[in-house]
Nanobody
Framework: QVQLVESGGGLVQAGGSLRLSCAAS????????MGWFRQVPGKEREFVAA????????RHLESVKGRFTISRDDAKNTVYLQMNSLKPEDTAIYYC????????????????WGQGTQVTVAS
């Protein structure tokens, strides 16, 4: 079992920045690829970003490329999502995810989910 706990969400003005964190406990953090998804009411959960087990490869949703960056710190068992130049359409609940590979995560094959953290971007 892996427990994932997100933090760092909140209310920010358009153009602002937030950094989401996801702390993992349980099984070895380094054995999982990690990712972030987001969901707004009435819509399906959407892939945002993923990072490989060794941190050497990342993948980002096209609409967030150049604005969002996923990273991981295995010494802290934590994955991050740095979000810059935020837009109102980025408003959603953001979920942390753990899976077997970053490709699997990017296709929605997730083994563990966090509880989510709300991000609201005001215009």
């Amino acid at each position: 079992q892996v427990q994932l706990v997100e933090s760092g969400g909140g209310l920010v003005q358009a153009g602002g920045s937030l950094r989401l964190s996801c702390a993992a406990s349980g099984r070895t953090f380094g054995s999982f690829a990690m990712g972030w998804f987001r969901q707004v009411p009435g819509k399906e959960r959407e892939f945002v970003a993923a990072i490989s087990k060794n941190g050497g490869t990342t993948r980002h949703l096209e609409s967030v490329k150049g604005r969002f960056t996923i990273s991981r710190d295995d010494a802290k068992n934590t994955v991050y999502l740095q979000m810059n130049s935020l837009k109102p359409e980025d408003t959603a609940i953001y979920y942390c995810a753990a899976g077997p590979s970053f490709i699997a995560i990017s296709t929605g094959k997730v083994d563990y989910w966090g509880q989510g953290t709300q991000v609201t971007v005001a215009s």
